[in-house]
């Protein structure tokens, strides 16, 4: 069964981190890129940041550069969203999401179900 995991979310003050987990069951995440995004309620879902798993390329929405790292290690078969310096806006449900191929381009092949980020003192 294919699935993805993720784990890392809670609360946090104002500019501190935290570190997200996205593992990935029943595939390689080797041919896969993968997303991060966000959803408050009453909003759209939006996407962060993503990794590309032919030549490791990031991208990242305006609102994250800077803050936020993606990164995976294809041994533990897990890619992570590293955030600094959060901000109350930062607050969301984090869902990764496994891209149809391995370039960030293209639509959303599955979900995880979400991990809850607040930031708030």
């Known amino acids: 069964q294919l699935q993805l995991v993720e784990s890392g979310g809670g609360l946090v003050q104002p500019g501190g981190s935290l570190r997200l987990s996205c593992a990935a069951s029943?595939?390689?995440?080797?041919?896969?890129?993968i997303s991060w995004f966000r959803q408050v309620p009453g909003k759209e879902r939006k996407r962060v940041s993503c990794i590309s798993s032919s030549d490791g390329s990031t991208l990242y929405a305006d609102s994250v550069k800077g803050r936020f790292t993606i990164s995976r290690d294809n041994a533990k078969n897990t890619v992570y969203l590293q955030m600094n310096s959060l901000k109350p806006e930062d607050t969301a449900v984090y869902y990764c999401?496994?891209?149809?191929?391995?370039?960030?381009?293209?639509?959303?092949?599955?979900w995880g179900q979400g991990t809850q980020v607040t930031v708030s003192s």
């Open positions: 999401a496994r891209n149809s191929y391995s370039h960030c381009s293209g639509s959303i092949a599955s």
């Open positions: 029943g595939f390689s995440l080797d041919y896969y890129a």
